[in-house]
């Protein structure tokens, strides 16, 4: 829904109204809310005059919390660090709440927010956490379900053009009974990336089309992919002196291994079952559910699908692409040093790359850049693997969202609260985004300032654009308890990845240890809800012979290859994703 200045100025004339008569700092209040529009916040969906009665909103509704010192936490995107350098600030300005937003790894969220939903010892008074956690979130009671909470405590605390309409990852944070738990403040996809360069190269384009019979172009499934790899490592071999790779990943024994798998690399290959935005029954982690959403088991000899066929065909093209077309230390790479490496300017294409490293592709000075600024690489969908179907989803989508916890003291929490509101309001959201690039409202995506952009992002603005954003999707709330069965998968692909293990050994040790642990939570009677009920084991064969997941082994997993040409791919893309 959309507000009108009207609407806007009227609700300050309301809350002034309610409170008697304005209080003897409004008009320092007012100054401030100019001046921090006109310093940080000029670019902003909204007009000069409904940004600063926006602003007027959370200094009026921060009344009873001046003075107060709260501390919120986030990792270290940098997304965040704008929220905690410019939006902290001047939150804390205009509200009088002292508000500290730390920022810290990953890991050391989870481990934080894990002790204090354990211990009920208030740390922080807002997460930034993961929607992949949302099946955490909606069974162990601890978590404050927001959709009610703005209903009844915090209905006077909020943001009355918060417009959740407008938010694009709002789902992934929302419990199969339509309750959402956790709001979002950044998101970003995992998508395909490309030499857009060398790819329109003629003498390439002529000799990939005398060895492989097809155009050489966007992938659209794995076996183009894999011919493009091959291609630029060993036919190309070399670009202006430089040895070049067809293909970029990572493979050190590393927490950061687990998301190399867990986000969606099985479903790209089209293990689990169709259904937007997690799969339904199984989803892309090949956990099973029941009619009533609760996980029934992750071994196909349970119904779900983490050991079956299609996950054995993803989890050795990424071991054998790895050991073939990329560089030879990316296999003693972690996420974070894998990364950059495509804008040193010897990577042909990376299918599984993260558009949170947008911005560190386009400075001046880096070799995928040309001389006027504009990038020589692009981005693209994903190809997806034989055994996918049309309804599946297609590709991983982070999405960081505040989270609170029933521990933290309610006043404490609700100031933290206006502080979230305050991170996502669309007063600031479009200036994080043009920061960040990690975007979390509809109106922002299609502003005039991020059109302006778009040439300069390589597909990123496209790509939210397209209505077929929303088959990038994170973890989903089949998984009973994210931060104790995610490190699951990196302990046990590891040594698939090394050459230890086979590949179906390493997950069939790994869905068994799935089950094992959600057998142990049901027992414990831990959760409030949505309680794992495992199916008992029964020949594998019974459930491959079902309809849908988990899907017999194909005859032909590496059909003929296929491509798009990028242009026609964006065109269509563009097109589809034109607004009235």
Do not use: C
Not at 193 to 207: A, V
Not at 284 to 297: A, F, K, L, M, T
Not at 379 to 389: D, L, R
Not at 409 to 429: H, M, N
């Amino acid at each position: 829904m959309k507000y009108t200045t009207m609407r806007l100025s009227a609700l300050a004339a309301s809350v002034m109204l309610a409170s008697g008569a304005l209080h003897a700092d409004d008009h320092d209040a007012r100054a401030i809310a100019e001046r921090l529009v006109d310093e940080h916040f000029q670019d902003s969906t909204l007009s000069r005059k409904e940004q600063i009665e926006e602003l007027m909103w959370f200094a009026e509704a921060a009344e009873p919390f001046r003075g107060m010192e709260i501390n919120t936490v986030a990792e270290g995107l940098t997304t965040h660090i704008y929220e905690r350098d410019v939006l902290a600030e001047a939150f804390s300005e205009l509200t009088g709440i002292e508000l500290t937003h730390n920022i810290i790894g990953e890991g050391d969220v989870v481990s934080n927010m894990q002790t204090q939903m354990q211990t009920g010892r208030n740390i922080y008074d807002g997460y930034v956490n993961d929607t992949d956690a949302i099946g955490t979130h909606i069974r162990y009671g601890d978590t404050v379900n927001l959709s009610k909470a703005m209903e009844n405590e915090w209905a006077d605390y909020t943001l009355p053009t918060l417009d959740l309409d407008d938010f694009i990852g709002l789902q992934y944070g929302t419990a199969p009974d339509g309750s959402v738990y956790q709001l979002p403040t950044q998101q970003f996809a995992n998508l395909y990336w490309f030499r857009y360069d060398w790819f329109q190269r003629e003498d390439f384009q002529k000799q990939f089309r005398e060895i492989y019979g097809y155009d050489l172009g966007v992938p659209t499934n794995w076996t183009a992919y894999e011919d493009i790899a091959e291609f630029f490592t060993e036919h190309v071999g070399e670009i202006d002196g430089t040895k070049v790779y067809g293909h970029m990943d990572y493979g050190r024994r590393d927490p950061s291994l687990g998301w190399r798998f867990h986000d969606s690399w099985l479903s790209m290959a089209g293990m689990g079952s169709p259904g937007v935005p997690f799969g339904n029954p199984v989803d892309d982690w090949g956990i099973r559910v029941n009619e009533q959403s609760q996980p029934v088991g992750a071994s196909v000899s349970r119904g779900g699908a983490t050991n079956s066929p299609a996950s054995v065909f993803a989890v050795t093209k990424m071991v054998d692409w790895l050991e073939k077309y990329a560089p030879p230390e990316a296999s003693g790479m972690t996420f974070g040093e894998a990364g950059p490496v495509p804008a040193q300017g010897n990577i042909a294409q990376q299918m599984f790359w993260y558009t949170a490293f947008t911005a560190d592709m386009t400075a001046p000075d880096l070799p995928v850049t040309d001389a006027e600024g504009n990038p020589k690489w692009r981005m693209a969908p994903s190809p997806t693997g034989p055994y996918w179907e049309e309804g599946m989803k297609v590709g991983y989508q982070d999405v960081g969202a505040w989270t609170f916890f029933e521990s933290t003291p309610e006043d404490r929490r609700t100031a933290a609260w206006l502080f979230a509101q305050f991170t996502v309001s669309k007063t600031v959201s479009l200036e994080k985004l043009m920061e960040g690039l990690t975007p979390i409202r509809e109106s922002d995506v299609f502003s005039e300032q991020m059109t302006e952009m778009a040439p300069k992002l390589g597909g990123l603005v496209e790509f939210y654009r397209s209505p077929n954003e929303s088959k990038w999707t994170p973890s989903s709330t089949n998984v009973p308890d994210y931060p104790r069965m995610a490190p699951l998968w990196w302990q046990n692909l590891a040594p698939a990845v090394s050459g230890d293990m086979s590949p179906k050994e390493a997950l069939d040790n790994l869905a068994g240890e799935l089950d094992s642990i959600m057998s142990r939570l049901a027992r414990a009677d831990v959760f409030d809800s949505y309680s794992p009920v495992l199916n008992e084991e029964r020949d594998p064969q019974y459930w491959l012979e079902q309809p849908g997941a988990p899907k017999q082994e194909l005859d032909n997993e590496m059909p003929e290859g296929k491509t798009v040409p990028y242009d026609e791919l964006m065109e269509a893309w563009m097109a589809a994703g034109e607004r009235e």
